[in-house]
């Protein structure tokens, strides 16, 4: 069975999305989606109508909002999070977004073909943030395998 490796990210706005200060973030979305599409090792990212998934609820609190995506493989996403034009707005991050307390962001395998929901990544993302790092779910601080994983359900 082959796997692809999928990602959550959430962050709690600092202003309505559609206020002034939120105007770089929400100008470069379609920039970075599409820089994100066109990517190596792309399959899927989670998007409402509007080709973002800024609406998508993921809590209750409607300041959260989440961008998930499947990969193919780890090298690929690290690539395109850390070594293209998506770093100048990671660096950017805390002009629009809250110091969050606790991880927000959380890898994990999929088999090839699944496309995670928001139940799904949300429960990834909790079990990261009760248990640390493990097959189930990890960071780019310390990555798991599909050895790993398989290894762990055998």
Known sequence: MNFHLAQLNIGRILAPLDSP??????????RINALAESSPG????LKDDANNATSIPIYDDNRIIVNMSVWNSFDELYAYVY??????????????FEKMGELYHVLWHVPAGHLPDV????????????HGETPHA?????????EDLLGRMA
């Open 83 to 96: 070594k293209s034009m998506h770093t100048e707005f990671l660096k950017r991050r805390r002009e629009w």
């Open 21 to 30: 200060a939120m105007a770089d973030f929400t100008g470069n979305l379609d």
């Open 119 to 130: 139940a799904e990544a949300r429960e990834r993302l909790e079990h990261l943030r009760m």
């Open 138 to 146: 990890f960071s780019f601080k310390k990555t798991f395998s599909v």
């Open 42 to 45: 792309f399959i899927w990212r």
